[in-house]
């Protein structure tokens, strides 16, 4: 969570963005099409999924923390492990993405070596950082809510951006209709802890 602030910095240094103006973006899915406010209804307990590669990685229990403290406020509990009312699987990435000088988005794969355009050159390669949290029903396996939140910045540390990720994809639990939504943050100079500011409905 301490390196939250530094980003501050370094976004303010390539003049990108002051940390008051910082937005992610997230999609939503809920099963079978369900209204949206009863797609979590039910008991606020949930049982954390991990990969093999979550199990080996030092850094994941970071995400979980951070995860846990999160739904806490919104009254979930998790039962370390025993059954409960809800599995959720964590997958988060992080992946070097850009926008050419043409303004077309280009993904790491396809970018010839110059496609980072001038702003990679006096600020360094963009990144895509993305959080994705499922819902499963404990008993049936049945998903009940999939919510995906995505933050671009010039950072190649996974876990950088977790703390704001993570607070985008909770910032509703769980977000109204339609699927997708702006969130705008801001991060407290003191603690780099992030914010909500205001969120708002994006029509596709």
Known sequence: MAKIAPLCAALAAASLTACAGLSADVHTVSASGADRNVTLQGEQTYSLARTQSQDDSAGHPQAEKLLRDELAKHGFVDTAGKPAHYLLSIAYSTRPASIGIGGKDCVAADCGAGSDGLGALLF????????????????????????????????????????????????????????????KLSIDKTSGVPNVEAMKPLHR
């Open 124 to 183: 360094g390669r963009e990144y895509q950082h993305a959080l994705t949290l499922r819902f499963f029903d404990y008993a049936s396996g049945t998903e009940r809510y999939k919510v995906s939140a995505v933050f671009m910045d010039r950072d190649a540390d996974p876990l950088h951006a977790l703390p704001l990720l993570v607070k985008t994809a909770l910032a509703k639990l769980p977000f109204d209709a339609p699927d997708d939504w702006r969130v």
